[in-house]
């Protein structure tokens, strides 16, 4: 049984440029939410994802998008990047949106941008 | 917006100590989360609790959530090297799908 699984594991990027990261849910996980962690920080929510739409959102710019596809994976989208997005971004799945469920998180991505 | 403080934001114990990390919420909390995050690596989920006042033990560690719902506290007795890393609560709030994690409280034990 695949946990969660998120790709790239390390991205290098230049200010002004945009990235994609992708992330598959844990089997039978149908909900997914990105957080952002800094540095010595807590992870920050920046939108959960649910049935294809943006069920919530962080206090985070329009820069950051996101899509979820009909297989429960997701994506995000982050334009115009700043050397403050420099970060862990965490992808974690749950088996619903009620919030007593539990967050499986993935790996990661770490993003430097330049 | 609402906020999630924990203290101390590092403890370093010599191996066979206790160690308990506070979590403090600006708001009510619906339910409460607890995770772990190794150094280099994710957070893992430990544990929930919803009930006020509720107490929950695993192993070395007891978890309790506050009778106002709004601070929890974690205490590991006998602390073991394996135990190093952080530990995160996550106040979850009704009406809303987020989490908003705390400061995090990152542990070295010392052997």
């Known amino acids: 049984d695949a946990g969660v699984t998120q790709s790239p594991t390390h991205l290098i990027k230049t200010r002004g440029q945009q990235v994609t990261l992708r992330c598959s849910p844990k089997?039978?996980?149908?909900?997914v939410s990105w957080y952002q962690q800094a540095l010595g920080q807590g992870p920050q929510f920046i939108f959960q994802?649910?049935?294809?739409?943006?069920?919530q959102r962080g206090n985070f710019p329009d820069r950051f998008s996101g899509h979820q596809y009909p297989n429960y994976s997701s994506e995000l989208n982050v334009n115009a990047l700043l050397l403050g997005d420099s970060a862990l971004y965490l992808c974690?799945?749950?088996?619903?949106?009620?919030?007593?469920?539990?967050?499986?998180f993935g790996s990661g991505t770490q993003l430097s941008v330049l | 917006g609402q906020q999630v403080m924990q203290i101390p934001q590092y403890q370093h114990v010599q191996e066979g100590e206790d160690f308990t990390t506070y979590c403090n919420s600006s708001?009510?909390?619906?339910?409460i989360q607890w995770y772990k995050q190794r150094p280099g690596g994710h957070p893992v989920f430990l544990i929930q609790?919803?009930?006020?006042?509720e107490v929950k033990k695993q192993k070395r560690l007891t978890f309790q959530f506050g009778e106002a719902k709004k601070n929890s506290s974690l205490h590991i007795t006998a602390t073991q090297t394996t135990d190093v890393g952080t530990y995160f609560c996550a106040g979850g709030n009704s009406g809303t799908y987020k989490y908003i994690f705390g400061t995090g409280t990152r542990l070295k034990v010392l052997a």
């Open positions: 089997s039978g996980h149908d909900t």
């Open positions: 708001t009510t909390l619906s339910n």
């Open positions: 974690a799945s749950s088996g619903g949106t009620a919030l007593n469920e539990k967050l499986f």
């Open positions: 609790l919803v009930k006020s006042g």
């Open positions: 994802y649910y049935e294809e739409e943006e069920r």
